[in-house]
């Protein structure tokens, strides 16, 4: 023998009571265990969401910047283009307008010296029937002019 004393036997097992606090107690160390490390993780999930967030948010910012811009510029041509298009249609109304106005003018001295014309000839023919009516007492129509119609 080796020694002195014989081997002692293994202790006897712990009570069934005993067991399941002990399994309860492992379990609710492994599940603490278990919980700070998805705290943690989630942590370092949640710092580099915050990161990226930062990181987009200064960078949509400057899209956002980009992009007012791009619209503003965009925007001012349109209004120009727009001016221009109305500067444009007002001119073509104005030489319209002016167009017509010389047209009515045209028309109307055309209309004056015909209806010129046509008092000229009728002062003409009482005229000539009053030196026929004086020099006769009957009239003869047969001295008046026969005029075609005024067409306008």
Not at 37 to 55: G, H, L, N, P
Not at 114 to 119: A, F, I, Q, V
Not at 122 to 137: G, Y
């Amino acid at each position: 023998m080796n020694g002195l004393l014989p081997p002692l036997p293994p202790p006897p097992p712990p009570p069934l009571s005993q067991r399941i606090r002990a399994a309860a107690d492992v379990e609710k160390e492994r599940f603490a265990a278990s919980a700070a490390f998805e705290k943690q993780r989630s942590d370092v999930i949640v710092a580099a969401e915050r990161d990226r967030a930062a990181t987009a948010v200064a960078s949509s910012a400057a899209n956002v910047d980009c992009v007012r811009a791009a619209a503003a510029l965009e925007a001012e041509q349109r209004f120009d283009l727009e001016r221009h298009r109305i500067t444009a249609e007002r001119e073509r109304a104005i030489a319209e307008k002016q167009a017509l106005e010389a047209a009515k003018t045209a028309e109307l001295q055309r209309l004056q010296a015909e209806c010129g014309e046509e008092r000229a000839r009728r002062l003409e023919a009482e005229k000539q029937l009053q030196i026929v009516s004086q020099t006769s007492s009957t009239f003869s129509p047969s001295l008046l002019p026969i005029h075609p119609p005024i067409t306008i």
